[in-house]
């Protein structure tokens, strides 16, 4: 497949793939279990961060998110339909690899959805992101609180569900628009997809200017931008006004920035092809 040039690259690492695989089909078959062996719940969501290194943009060459390897949040609150980490575990993660594995950076996350049919899952298109209230607020969170001085980090969002058959499918990439952000697959049971995300730091400087009495208006068609940093609201005048309505001045705002979801990225994970591909050829 070309390569655009322009877009973020999220490339994944052989050893990343079988915890991003198996972890998401383990809390979708198996949940939760007591100690009697009784199962809770199945179906539910998991969570984990992705590590590596970040390549930046230069001449030429988009800003690359390489993961190498992938760690699981077994503390994260699991449901069937939302999971979150606990940040103080976050946290103590990226201490621990900064002292341990000092030549690895967090570069993104991971996280499952369980859907119970083919049919669910294509209705709702829930191989994507969920929207401000879920997925894409979340990211923008852990970006701004986990690691607020990186420009870039990679999402992941797994998606399973199990087929009463088994059909192993050869991995093809998402369809229409979406093709080059995610994969799809069969494995035995199990239905497949992988598509990536990536939060990148945005200046809110970008989106606004000074007026004749250095107050902070947005530019022309920037509304939109300027209320996603969270924190600002845009008058119907086009002032930037901070969460009480009052309006700012430029100079209080103009070094603020934030972080934006990029859905328009390329997800690439050459082994997802190759090892599933030769199962499929019957060569493994
Ligand atoms: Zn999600």
């Known amino acids: 497949m070309a390569i655009d040039n322009q877009k973020t690259q999220i490339i994944i690492e052989d050893h990343v793939v079988p915890q991003l695989l198996t972890s998401a089909i383990e809390a979708y078959q198996h949940g939760d279990v007591t100690s009697i ?4 719940r199945n179906k539910l969501e998991t969570y984990g961060l992705l590590w590596g290194y970040t390549l930046p943009a230069r001449a030429g060459v988009p800003a690359r998110i390489v993961a190498v390897t992938s760690t699981v949040e077994v503390s994260a609150d699991r449901q069937r339909d939302s999971v979150d980490p606990i940040r103080a575990s976050l946290k ?3 201490e621990f690899f900064e002292t341990y594995w000092p030549n690895l950076e967090l570069v993104g996350t991971f996280h499952s959805h ?5 049919d669910e899952i294509k209705k709702n298109q829930g191989w994507r992101a969920s929207g401000e209230d879920g997925d894409l607020g979340h990211w923008r969170g852990i970006h701004d609180e986990i690691c607020p001085e ?4 990679a999402h992941i ?4 569900v199990c087929l009463d058959r088994k059909s192993t499918k050869w991995p093809e990439r998402l369809g229409g628009n979406e093709a080059f952000t995610g994969y799809k ?3 035995g049971n199990y239905r497949i997809w992988v598509k990536g995300y990536s939060t990148e730091r945005e200046e809110l400087a970008d989106y606004i200017h ?10 022309e068609g920037c509304n939109d931008e300027v209320e996603a940093f969270d924190r600002f ?13 009052n309006i700012l001045s430029y100079s209080d705002v103009e070094d603020e920035s934030g972080f934006y979801v990029n859905e328009d990225i390329e997800l690439h994970i050459p082994s997802l092809e190759n090892r599933f591909s030769e199962h499929v050829n019957g060569r493994i």
Do not use: F
């Open 37 to 40: 062996g009784t199962r809770l």
């Open 92 to 94: 103590q993660k990226r």
């Open 114 to 118: 369980p859907y119970k049919d083919l």
């Open 150 to 153: 990186y420009s870039h980090l």
């Open 157 to 160: 969002i797994v998606s399973v």
């Open 185 to 187: 697959l069969g494995a």
């Open 210 to 219: 000074e007026d004749e009495d250095g107050d902070a208006k947005a530019n």
């Open 233 to 245: 609201g845009v008058s119907e005048e086009g002032y930037v006004l901070d969460s009480d309505g």
